[in-house]
């Protein structure tokens, strides 16, 4: 079992920075690939961001690309994602999200067992 708790949500405005983290429980959390969604009011959760156990593989939306940032430190089970030029379209609750032990990093969600409650994350015009 992995549990997943992120933070780092906020309100900021248009152009803006933020940082998200998630801490992961666990001892083996480089087994892991992990992920960021995302889910704006009547839409569909979409992925963000997912990163490889190792931390040498990551990939995006095409939203996001050249804006946000993935990262891991396995030695403190912490997930990051860092987000810059935000814009409006990115309000949404972000989702951390854990593979099951030894997947692979991915951009679907059915790839993903474990999940956090969210963090609500606000950009203003």
């Known amino acids: 079992q992995v549990q997943l708790v992120e933070s780092g949500g906020g309100l900021v405005q248009t152009g803006d920075s933020l940082r998200l983290s998630c801490a992961a429980s666990g001892r083996t959390f480089s087994s892991y690939a992990m992920g960021w969604f995302r889910q704006a009011p009547g839409k569909e959760r979409e992925f963000v961001a997912t990163?490889?156990?190792?931390?040498?593989?990551?990939d995006y939306a095409d939203s996001v690309k050249g804006r946000f940032t993935i990262s891991r430190d396995n030695a403190k089970n912490t997930v990051l994602l860092q987000m810059n030029s935000l814009k409006p379209e990115d309000t949404a609750v972000y989702y951390c999200?854990?593979?099951?032990?030894?997947?692979?990093?991915?951009?679907?969600?059915?790839?993903?067992?474990?999940w956090g409650q969210g963090t609500q994350v606000t950009v203003s015009s």
């Open positions: 999200a854990a593979s099951s032990k030894w997947g692979y990093p991915s951009a679907s969600r059915i790839s993903y067992s474990y």
């Open positions: 990163i490889s156990g190792s931390g040498g593989t990551t």
